[in-house]
């Protein structure tokens, strides 16, 4: 048995490795294009170049029945150890029918994300001249007939120009649920609108400028691992959106963003499924100088959570079909026969009867 990690320590590192594109085949859909485009584009693997995941063996226990060895499993700058926070409790199986079980603690792939986040490494940067997202970017919308009479003028009170803010940000919406019932492709440029209508404010206040988006996370993510209905990963993330006006050294104002997104993982035998969910989508203008109150929102919450359960169905629909998985062995003296894959509380575990190569089976009996 191999156990997932208790304690931090130092000792062999392993570079973490750029992994190849696992969309690298799917079909193309505007928005996740789009959003596929913006993360792959803002990718900056030089900001990881001295993470190592340590190895180092911290325990070693012996039965009449089994063997367990316990392993650090922490990514950290030079394997140095430095990451707030451990792992989890984790236990095997008190019966398993395989020859081998390991446990990968979620605590490893909470440090990686931990250490991005530190580093600055999941950052994006959105403006006029992005694909798909730049028309958006703008604070004057060309075209609005409902501008005139959706102006402000002397008389109004904060109250009336509150009510016609939402007025506006209500026909949108129903502008989008028609399109979206009639069974139109997600792309953001068909919605009609750019920035300045979703917050009017900074529309009167920066007239006909474009805007740019800084958009990095307030905290390190989290992904818990869960038994849950046969397999759950849950992420939950936060992220700041800085709104910075073109042509200026004005910010103005941030968003905060929160998300919760469940995924059920199914393993079948080398094969797994997957079905995601968006459970929270909340939006908050975090120093209140954007003009909206919550409740308008929350109105652009639910439209930017319809846009997403569109990514997320189209996610879906390429893990609808179960996809094979490869459990790299090539460089290992060890060949597994029969995994068996299953996410636990706060673990992946891998179940297995394995095989030795002949070349080290003949190696230990020379050394006798």
């Given at each position: 048995r191999?156990?997932?990690?208790?304690?931090?320590?130092?000792?062999?590192?392993?570079?973490?490795?750029?992994?190849?594109?696992?969309c690298?085949?799917?079909p193309?859909?505007?928005?996740?294009?789009?959003?596929?485009?913006?993360?792959?584009?803002?990718?900056?693997?030089?900001?990881?170049?001295d993470l190592?995941?340590t190895?180092?063996?911290l325990n070693t226990y012996?039965?009449?029945?089994?063997?367990?060895v316990?392993?650090n499993?922490?990514?950290?700058?030079?394997g140095?150890g430095?990451?707030?926070f451990?792992?989890?409790?984790?236990?095997?199986?008190?019966?398993?029918?395989?020859?081998?079980?390991?446990?990968?603690?979620?605590?490893?792939?909470?440090?990686?994300?931990?250490?991005?986040?530190?580093?600055?490494?999941l950052?994006?940067?959105?403006?006029?001249d992005?694909?798909?997202?730049?028309?958006?970017?703008?604070?004057?919308?060309?075209?609005?007939?409902?501008d005139?009479?959706?102006?402000?003028?002397?008389?109004?009170?904060?109250?009336?120009?509150q009510?016609?803010r939402?007025?506006?940000l209500?026909?949108?919406?129903?502008?989008?649920?028609?399109?979206?019932?009639k069974?139109?492709e997600?792309g953001?440029?068909?919605?009609?609108?750019?920035?300045g209508?979703?917050?009017?404010?900074?529309?009167e206040?920066w007239p006909?400028?474009t805007?740019s988006?800084?958009?990095?996370?307030?905290r390190?993510?989290?992904i818990?691992?869960?038994?849950?209905?046969?397999?759950?990963?849950?992420?939950?993330?936060v992220?700041?959106i800085?709104?910075?006006?073109?042509?200026?050294?004005?910010r103005?104002?941030?968003l905060?963003?929160?998300?919760?997104i469940?995924?059920?993982?199914?393993?079948?035998g080398?094969k797994?499924?997957?079905?995601?969910?968006?459970?929270?989508?909340?939006?908050?203008?975090?120093e209140?100088?954007?003009?909206?109150?919550?409740d308008?929102?929350?109105?652009?919450?639910?439209m930017?959570?319809?846009?997403?359960?569109?990514?997320t169905?189209s996610?879906?629909?390429?893990f609808?079909?179960?996809?094979?998985?490869?459990?790299?062995?090539?460089?290992?003296?060890?060949?597994?026969?029969d995994?068996?894959?299953?996410?636990v509380?706060?673990?992946?575990?891998?179940?297995?009867?394995?095989?030795?190569?002949?070349?080290?089976?003949?190696?230990?009996?020379r050394?006798?």
């Amino acid at each position: 048995r191999t156990g997932g990690p208790r304690a931090r320590g130092t000792a062999l590192a392993l570079p973490a490795v750029a992994q190849p594109d696992p969309c690298a085949g799917c079909p193309s859909n505007d928005g996740l294009s789009a959003i596929k485009d913006l993360i792959l584009g803002a990718v900056d693997l030089r900001k990881l170049a001295d993470l190592l995941l340590t190895i180092q063996i911290l325990n070693t226990y012996a039965t009449n029945f089994d063997y367990t060895v316990d392993l650090n499993g922490e990514f950290s700058p030079g394997g140095m150890g430095g990451t707030p926070f451990g792992p989890y409790p984790m236990s095997f199986p008190v019966t398993s029918p395989k020859m081998m079980d390991i446990l990968i603690s979620d605590f490893t792939i909470n440090s990686l994300l931990y250490h991005m986040h530190k580093r600055g490494f999941l950052t994006f940067f959105i403006n006029s001249d992005t694909p798909k997202i730049g028309p958006l970017m703008k604070t004057t919308c060309g075209g609005d007939e409902s501008d005139e009479d959706l102006s402000s003028v002397e008389t109004d009170t904060e109250e009336e120009k509150q009510r016609k803010r939402l007025k506006r940000l209500k026909r949108l919406l129903k502008r989008h649920r028609r399109q979206s019932e009639k069974g139109d492709e997600l792309g953001l440029n068909d919605l009609g609108i750019c920035l300045g209508d979703i917050m009017p404010e900074v529309r009167e206040k920066w007239p006909n400028k474009t805007v740019s988006l800084f958009i990095h996370t307030a905290r390190a993510p989290s992904i818990i691992l869960s038994g849950q209905g046969g397999g759950m990963i849950t992420i939950d993330i936060v992220v700041l959106i800085d709104i910075l006006i073109d042509g200026t050294e004005d910010r103005a104002g941030t968003l905060m963003v929160t998300l919760v997104i469940d995924i059920g993982v199914r393993f079948i035998g080398r094969k797994i499924s997957a079905l995601m969910s968006l459970r929270v989508a909340k939006l908050e203008d975090k120093e209140g100088t954007l003009g909206l109150p919550q409740d308008a929102l929350d109105n652009i919450s639910n439209m930017a959570k319809e846009m997403m359960i569109k990514v997320t169905n189209s996610i879906n629909e390429q893990f609808a079909q179960a996809t094979t998985i490869s459990i790299p062995m090539s460089n290992l003296p060890i060949q597994l026969e029969d995994p068996y894959i299953q996410i636990v509380d706060h673990g992946i575990l891998i179940s297995s009867d394995f095989q030795l190569s002949p070349s080290l089976l003949g190696g230990m009996f020379r050394r006798r």
